[in-house]
Nanobody, 126 residues
């Protein structure tokens, strides 16, 4: 059974940094396309960043380009989201997600992912 567990959320000041981690267990990690999504209270969950199984294909939402970096460690079975220059509008619950696509592509739609973590809260104060 595949399980995802996020960590690293917390409170940061505007302009600060946080690194989220998500450990994926239960299947061969290197086969997974991985993604990060976020949800603000009362709103729908939205795409943040994603990476293909090989790591060669990466997408970011325009709102985080140049500030956030997604990466993976296939030895530690972990995907990371390095978040720099945080803004109050980055406040949300952040979820990691995993999927096993038939090709080496990064996925940007929620419905393309079959496995989800429980989320970690990120709060950014102004």
């Amino acid at each position: 059974q595949v399980q995802l567990a996020e960590s690293g959320g917390g409170l940061a000041q505007s302009g600060g940094s946080l690194t989220l981690s998500c450990v994926v267990s239960g299947r061969t990690f290197s086969r997974f396309a991985l993604g990060w999504f976020r949800q603000v209270a009362g709103k729908e969950r939205t795409f943040v960043a994603s990476m293909s199984p090989s790591g060669r294909d990466i997408y970011y939402h325009d709102s985080v380009k140049g500030r956030f970096t997604i990466s993976r460690d296939n030895v530690k079975n972990t995907v990371y989201l390095q978040m720099n220059d945080l803004k109050p509008e980055d406040t949300a619950i952040y979820y990691c997600a995993a999927a096993e696509p038939s090709r080496d592509i990064a996925l940007v739609l929620q419905q393309q992912y079959s496995r989800w973590g429980q989320g970690t809260q990120v709060s950014v104060s102004s």
